[in-house]
């Protein structure tokens, strides 16, 4: 079982900079892929980023790229978001998940474990 805790949201203008982190429980964490999903009002969850077990696989999407970074630091037991450049088509609450081994990470469906969600707002 894998708890996990996201926090770092909050409110910032369009330019700005945010960072998400995600801390999980379980003293099995860095065998774990992990993921930043987001949902918008309205719109269905949408994969941004996700992270391999040991940091080497990364993956991003259209729309996090060159904005975004993925980090985990397993000795904290926590993975980090660094969003740069934010533009209020980011504004959405913001999830992390982990997944075992051997699956897509970018498919939301396919993780095992979720946060509860942190707000992030990006005003114009």
């Known amino acids: 079982q894998v708890q996990l805790v996201e926090s770092g949201g909050g409110l910032v203008q369009a330019g700005g900079s945010l960072r998400l982190s995600c801390a999980a429980s379980g003293r099995t964490f860095s065998s774990y892929a992990m993921g930043w999903f987001r949902q918008a009002p309205g719109k269905e969850r949408e994969f941004v980023s996700a992270?391999?077990?040991?940091?080497?696989?990364?993956y991003h999407a259209d729309s996090a790229k060159g904005r975004f970074t993925i980090t985990r630091d397993n000795a904290k037991n926590t993975v980090y978001l660094q969003m740069n450049r934010l533009k209020p088509e980011d504004t959405a609450v913001y999830y992390c998940?982990?997944?075992?081994?051997?699956?897509?990470?970018?498919?939301?469906?396919?993780?095992?474990?979720w946060g509860q969600g942190t707000q992030v707002t990006v005003s114009s």
């Open positions: 998940a982990a997944e075992g081994p051997g699956k897509n990470l970018t498919r939301g469906a396919e993780y095992d474990y």
């Open positions: 992270i391999g077990w040991s940091g080497g696989i990364i």
